[in-house]
Structure formats: structure tokens, C-alpha cells
């Protein structure tokens, strides 16, 4: 059976799968912060007696401390199951989620008043962009995509004047529809800037 699960966004989403695909079960929680205390018991709940051979992890960008406890936990996870472990993109993973067909943007709200955003084709998903953090006014000049999908897409379009923006985050119910590329990433965190917190100069 397959894990999948991802913490990059307030939403704690975790899911179960078949080898095919087939979804078994899947939760999904929106809550902010606290996914560290979250995250485990959701993935008992959600296995039960069954254990998985493969954990598919978000690997980001995304929230800082989310991306870390979810990777953390999949590592553990794999290593006790002696699982396969992989990444997958958040920001391809909410994309899944965008109703209809055509170039879509998936736009999360990153800090310090910027956003996570890439465009994506469909049919099938693939990146049509490059991964970007910016602030909305630089990021309306760069995404050309009708439709901006995630936390970060309605100060987008405000930015932009124009286009249609849906407020949504991942499901981890979505990652097996995800194609090859985007789900056998290195399951370590992708940041799209750098860290807060600067190393201590030397004495």
C-alpha cells in the first residue's frame, strides 16, 4: 500500500492507496499550526492495522516547520516499515485540485507578505514555469494563468486586475493522479528562499 501525506500548508492531509492507485481512505484537516501533534495520530487513524510500502511525502515549498515535521515523520515511517520513500510537489499537488482544463497557477501564501506560486499545463499536470517566490505585485507580472488556485491566489489576482481565484489547499487524495515526475522527488524540503534564521558570524 501507498502513504501519501503533506503538511507545506495549514492543512494536515494524509492518504491511503493501493499499489494501482486506488484510493483506500484519506483525511484531510485544515489547522493552521500544530501539525506535529496532528500528523501521527491522523496516519493511525487513517492505517489502522495495515502498514504501507511506499510513503510519499510533500516535499514544499511551503511552510517552513510543516514541511519539516511531515518529512520527518515519513522518514520515520519509512524506515520502521522499511518503506520506499519519495517526494512529490506541493505546489503541483494543489494544482491537482483546479477544476477544468488549461494553464493553471497554484499560489501559496509564503511569508514576509510573499507568495509560493508556478504555473502548470494539464492533461496531463506538468510545470510550465519556473518555481517563484515573490511578492503579488512582481508575481502578477509573471503569471499569465486564468485560474490561480491555494491561499496565496486571492492577493494574486487582486495584484493582476483580472483572472479567477480559488482559495483551496492540497489533498492528499489527489498525489496518485500526480504524473511520475512530479511524485519521485528527493523527499527533503524544497525552500524557494532562504531561511529566516542567518548562522551566527564566527568570533
Known amino acids: ?13 494524509a492518504a491511503l492507496f493501493e499499489a494501482d492507485g486506488t484510493l483506500v481512505d484519506s483525511r484531510d484537516e485544515v489547522i493552521g499550526r500544530g501539525h506535529a501533534e496532528r ?4 496516519i493511525a487513524d487513517l492505517l489502522g492495522p495495515r502498514r504501507a510500502t511506499e510513503v510519499l511525502v510533500g516535499s514544499g515549498p511551503g511552510s517552513f516547520t510543516g514541511l519539516r515535521v ?3 515523520a515519513a522518514h520515520g515511517l519509512g524506515i520502521g516499515w522499511g518503506a520506499q520513500l519519495t517526494g512529490m510537489s506541493s505546489l503541483a499537488l494543489l494544482a491537482m485540485r483546479a477544476p477544468g482544463t488549461g494553464l493553471v497557477a497554484a499560489a501559496l501564501s509564503g511569508g514576509h507578505g510573499e507568495l509560493f506560486v508556478q504555473e502548470f499545463t494539464r492533461d496531463p499536470l506538468s510545470p510550465a514555469g519556473p518555481l517563484m517566490n515573490l511578492p503579488p505585485s512582481a508575481a502578477a507580472t509573471q503569471v499569465r494563468a ?5 491561499s496565496g491566489a486571492p492577493a494574486l489576482v487582486a495584484a493582476r486586475g483580472s483572472g479567477e481565484a480559488l482559495d483551496m489547499l492540497p489533498s492528499a487524495a489527489d498525489a496518485m493522479g500526480l504524473p511520475p515526475a512530479l511524485r519521485c522527488l528527493r523527499p527533503a524540503p524544497v525552500y524557494a528562499r532562504a531561511p529566516d534564521a542567518k548562522p551566527r558570524a564566527a568570533a
Not at 500500500?1 to 492531509?13: E, G, H, N, V, W
Open 39 to 42: 500528523l501521527v495520530p491522523m
Open 70 to 72: 511531515g518529512i520527518a
Open 1 to 13: 500500500m501507498i502513504l501519501a501525506l503533506d503538511t507545506s500548508t495549514a492543512a494536515c492531509t
Open 146 to 150: 486564468p485560474l490561480v488556485i491555494g
